[in-house]
């Protein structure tokens, strides 16, 4: 009884399937799986006894070491894994070792790309080093740069453990290449637009700019683009070869703020209560707390509108803020209110009149 079960779990296991018998397909999966277990058991014994090692150190640079290879070094046994599955199956080609290959290749690679972000507050301090008025801006279009480096790199690498030649297939491309090297001309052009940007010191991350129709607090500058958030919490992303080739306003560095207006009275108003009008507003500005006395302050009688007499007033805040600009025109503009109506006279609104010289007589007859 018992043989005859043995013989059927081994006609059984001796089966063909894809031109592998049934007991290495199984063989295969208890390996692998067995890998899976000891990543487990690697990630609770021994990284944990890393991390609580690294984590008495004075320095932090082993933390973040460690925190850059800790994924890679689990991908490792998925790698083993499958590595010994495919030996156990007796699948060894070209192709298996290719992918083998490849898959250790990209395993490195992530070491060296994880490092960058992890140490990105590293790279943040060096560039301070540089000025600190765009570091964060140098420090970005470094780690971008730095990341597209290490996946091009990581990208030609497969394509060389495969056997392709880049540079061959680039020049094989004949037309393709050409094409492809008038496609890359954009982001070329981009990628010096983003280093002007930052050799001008034009505008950093968090500034209020216009560009063209575009105005927003700049959100980021980055190697081909730049975020532009509007005042609507639209983003729009510009090329940066637009923003090097267009005029650029950057309202974040200006100290002060202009206040334009005009003030129409009727036209009832005297000569004296204009002059009167005129001097107690100069006399306003050039008091007020929040007006810069150094900067230009004119208030002058400046036309005669077609149903007003209108006075003319510039000044500056001693602010850029919007929201403080805006408090002291209000205040401004309130006092201005109880200085025409000091005066006696009153602000002018659209009307027309109509002057009539004669009026004919109508002759009744009586009947």
Known sequence: MENNILQQINSFLQQIILGVPLYRWTLALIVFF??????????????????????????????KLLKAIEAPLKFLFI???????????????????????????????WIAYNSINVFTPEI?????????DLYK???????????????????????????????????SLGLGGLAFALAAKDTVANFFGGLTILADRSMKIGEWVKTGSIEGIVEDIGIRTTKIRTFEKGLITV???????????NFSRRNVRRILAKIGLVYSTKKEQIDNIIKDIRNLLEN???????????????????????????????????????????????????????????????????????????????G
């Open 79 to 109: 790698i083993f894994g499958l590595w010994f599955a495919l030996d156990i199956l007796n699948i060894e080609t070209e192709i298996t070792k290719h992918v083998i290959r490849s898959l250790f290749i990209y395993d490195i690679f």
């Open 137 to 171: 801006e140098f420090a970005t279009l470094f780690i971008k740069s730095a990341k597209a480096f290490v996946f091009i790199l990581g990208i030609v690498a497969v394509l060389q453990e495969w056997g392709i030649n880049v540079t061959a297939l680039i020049a």
């Open 288 to 366: 007020h707390p929040k007006i810069a006395t150094d900067q230009t302050i004119a208030v002058y009688f400046d036309e005669f509108a077609d149903s007003s007499l209108n006075i003319l007033i510039v000044c500056y805040t001693d602010t850029s803020n919007w929201l403080e600009w805006l408090d002291i025109k209000q205040d401004i503009y309130y006092k201005i209110m109880e200085i025409v109506e000091k005066n006696g006279s009153s602000f002018a609104f659209p009307s027309r009149s109509i002057y009539v010289e004669n009026i004919p007589e109508i002759k009744v007859k009586e």
């Open 239 to 249: 090329p940066n070869s637009y923003i090097a080739n267009n005029p650029l306003e």
């Open 34 to 63: 067995l890998f899976i277990f000891f990543r487990k058991l690697f990630t609770a014994v021994v990284l944990k006894a890393f991390k609580l090692t690294v984590s008495k150190t004075k320095t932090q640079i082993d933390d």
């Open 124 to 132: 943040h301090k060096f560039t301070q080093k540089f000025g600190k």
